[in-house]
């Protein structure tokens, strides 16, 4: 996949995709191994660094979307398909690209991503010195949010490590 199609995507599914394409080989693959290999594709392709929890994320939805089998904790790959075909059937194609569904907690952690980003955004356009009583109100009120959002940040991430 080239670099424009990868920076049309988030983070999470920049590494899903550069994890599968190295699971796509059928070979025996360490969590390590896929982290190096997608970190080195990003470097190559000039992406943005990535953040611990997207690779956390991004391989476990490339691992699980795969369908790849865990040998051993921390190590993957696809299971081999079978050389037996019935007769008269022809045997199956494996599409080029395999189509990755987000899971629903995976989108949102990227809404509450995003929401962060903007909220600090607009956080920082309220000059608080001139501001007047309602403003600082909803200044406050958006730094609360952003602290939720990344605490939950934080908690999606150690939950991600932990598995």
């Known amino acids: 996949m080239n670099r424009e199609q990868l920076m049309a995507m988030r983070p999470t599914a920049q590494v899903r995709t550069l994890a599968a394409e190295l699971l796509q080989d059928g070979r025996i693959h360490s969590r ?18 990535f953040r611990e929890g997207h690779l956390a994320g991004g391989i476990r939805e490339a691992v699980t979307n795969l369908g790849c089998e865990r040998l051993e904790r ?26 990755v569904v987000v899971s629903c907690s995976r989108r949102a952690e990227e809404v509450c991503d995003d929401a962060r980003k903007r909220l600090t955004e607009i956080s920082r ?3 608080y010195v001139s501001a007047d009583e309602a403003e600082l109100k909803l200044l406050l009120r958006l730094r609360e949010y952003v602290r939720l959002l990344e605490e939950f940040g934080r908690a999606q991430e150690a939950e991600e490590q932990g598995n």
Do not use: M
């Open 32 to 49: 390590q191994e896929i982290v190096e290999y997608v970190k080195e594709q990003g470097r190559r392709k000039n992406l943005p660094v």
């Open 74 to 99: 921390g190590t993957f790959r696809i299971p081999p398909q079978s050389e037996a075909v019935p007769d008269g059937a022809e045997p199956a194609e494996v599409p080029e690209e395999i189509p």
């Open 125 to 127: 356009e309220i000059d």
